[in-house]
T-cell receptor
Framework: DTEVTQTPKHLVMGMTNKKSLKCEQHMGHRAMYWYKQKAKKPPELMFVYSYEKLSINESVPSRFSPECPNSSLLNLHLHALQPEDSALYLC?????????????FGPGTRLTVL | DAKTTQPPSMDCAEGRAANLPCNHSTISGNEYVYWYRQIHSQGPQYIIHGLKNNETNEMASLIITEDRKSSTLILPHATLRDTAVYYCIVRRPNTGTASKLTFGTGTRLQVTL
């Protein structure tokens, strides 16, 4: 299994809602990532987890809260988002965070904040 | 991580080789060159990476110049399904903290009939 899965594919939420994005991989990878991609822009790194511990937070606002409950799962909890947070949210995984390993990306969750 | 420069767009006829250049003149000796592509509305897809030597896999070839200041991704027989944004990324190895993948603006490759 060389796949990263993300659910849901699409999400529409209001600014007062609380929702969660889910990412799963069964490749035995120990590093997992969240990226944000605005329309016609490249992906931007948000968070990195290494061995289920948060390794990098790219100064992401606290309305985005990541969680790594086990080595196969990565969640992104969303609360009090703004319309400008509408974007494609991509999850990725790699064998480790070392520079020699490629990252495998999921198809993304397209989020719309009303 | 070293900055990369790529042309914003390129065209290629189907069946011909697509040669995508990337300039990374400030690359350090231990930094890798990675290539990813992103087909419209999908997640990025890993293509190939290299450090010093040229590399080839089932998808593409990566040619890195001897001084490592530039590289070329070669798709030997482009098809319409290769139409995508191609990202060249320079990435440092793990030096105690996680090695980040920093995407630049990429090259939009359009393969035509």
């Amino acid at each position: 299994d060389t796949e990263v899965t993300q659910t849901p594919k699409h999400l529409v939420m209001g600014m007062t809602n609380k929702k969660s994005l889910k990412c799963e991989q069964h490749m035995g990878h120990r590093a997992m990532y969240w990226y944000k991609q605005k329309a016609k822009k490249p992906p931007e790194l948000m968070f990195v987890y290494s061995y289920e511990k948060l390794s990098i937070n790219e100064s992401v606002p606290s309305r985005f809260s990541p969680e790594c409950p086990n080595s196969s799962l990565l969640n992104l909890h969303l609360h009090a988002l703004q319309p400008e947070d509408s974007a494609l949210y991509l999850c990725a995984s790699s064998q480790s965070t070392s520079g020699g390993y490629e990252q495998f990306f999921g198809p993304g969750t397209r989020l719309t904040v009303l | 991580d070293a900055k990369t420069t790529q042309p914003p767009s390129m065209d290629c006829a189907e069946g011909r080789a697509a040669n995508l250049p990337c300039n990374h003149s400030t690359i350090s000796g231990n930094e890798y060159v990675y290539w990813y592509r992103q087909i419209h509305s999908q997640g990025p897809q890993y293509i190939i990476h290299g450090l010093k030597n040229n590399e080839t896999n089932e998808m593409a070839s990566l040619i890195i110049t001897e001084d490592r200041k530039s590289s070329t991704l070669i798709l030997p027989h482009a098809t319409l399904r290769d139409t995508a944004v191609y990202y060249c990324i320079v990435r440092r190895p793990n030096t105690g903290t996680a090695s980040k993948l920093t995407f630049g603006t990429g090259t939009r490759l359009q393969v035509t009939l």
